[in-house]
């Protein structure tokens, strides 16, 4: 079935792209040209776009618990994206990823879906504001607002991926500025959930995250910058699943030493957060910080927080780019790449991770806090060429009766490209 899907996909994007070259040829005006265009060509013709996008990412990781035995290296794709963004007008506009799991264990529901959906959206884009509707995160925090191909380390940070942000399926509206945007979003479920039971409602959220830069400058010979943002999520789990909360240790895999238990499942929760970052030429900092009341399916109120800081020098130069009408970084390119006679791009990158799922007390043993160190070093040899080497230590301190506290410790390397 794996190889159906994966085979079906790549077969709907080439014949999307022949389509798109051969409706522009039957146009008697002109022709369809190709442009280059972020590391792949792009078919043009008048106002209409069709351009293929995709990226891989490949891991190589080694753990070292104090307390578990899962002192392993193992090698694993973390990502590997195929995609087609594109518009049909100047204000029509679209974008879908199909998501390629190669490592989803067949017939097993804890493995993984072989094929699914990152963004899959189309949008309306006005002058000042934009519509979206379809899988998207357009409310999301910075961090998980940021693409996975240009975030400073391997992972996001512990409660972005603990208090389960990401894509779901929604409309959403968006009013941007040069340096600063707002957005406010209704959705229900991610596209990639089950849809086997229609007799149950799904979940559901209203979110919104608002973004400004009073500091935004930049030129040949200097980059300033400081981001402020904030951002806010009131979600209903609904009646045909339950948000669990449990970590890993940072940047790793395996278990999650730190659990608010099956039986803290949310059934409904609000989140609030706050976000800053700064950027002095080749030097920056991001830093966020969340914390989530909730309700279980049992009636139980429960608290969470979590928050993380970054650091990061660039060795050769180059500022990390700043989107502000979207207030999200992107991608680094190198002033002198490899082929150009340079040495690329060059970052280093420290970072304080922390989150706490103890409350309430005295319940499950697995509930805690965790805090993690990292530090990471970033190769761009060429634009869309990216290595980044991690190492994170992280402390998982379990808060319940009679419990085992752990430590574990985590090298990982990733290769990455896209185009």
Known sequence: MKNVLSRAALAALVAAGGAAATAGAAHAQSAPTIQPMSGAPEIRDGQQRFKVRGR???????????????????????????????????????????????????????????????DAYLEYAGDFFSVVIGENNVTSPLEDRTSSLD????????????FGYGRAAGVAGLVTGANWMAAVG???????????????????????RFTWAPIFEASPDSYRLLHLGVSARQRHIGDDAAQRFRTRPLNGRGTRWIDA????????????GAEIAGQWDQFGFTAEYATLDGTSTTDVDFDFSGYYVDLYWSLTGEPRAYRGNQGSFGPIVPERSLPDGGWGHWMLSARYDYVDLSDPAGAAGTRGEQSSYALGLDWIPVDHVRFKLNYAVTEADRTGPATTDADASVVSLRTQFDF
């Open 56 to 118: 891989f990412q490949y891991d190589i990781y080694s753990s070292d618990w104090d307390t578990l035995d899962e002192d392993a290296s193992r090698s694993y794709v973390r990502r590997a994206f195929l995609g087609a963004q594109g518009r049909f007008s100047d204000r029509w506009r679209y974008k879908i990823d199909f998501v390629l799991n190669p490592g989803a264990a067949e017939g097993d529901a804890t493995g993984g879906s072989d094929v699914a959906v990152d």
């Open 151 to 162: 975030i400073p380390f391997n992972e996001r940070s512990s409660f972005i991926n603990t």
């Open 261 to 272: 238990g099956g039986g803290l499942a949310g059934e409904s929760d609000t989140t609030w």
């Open 186 to 208: 209704v959705y229900g479920d991610s596209l990639n959930n089950q849809d086997s039971n229609f007799a149950l409602d799904e979940s559901s959220s209203v979110s919104g």
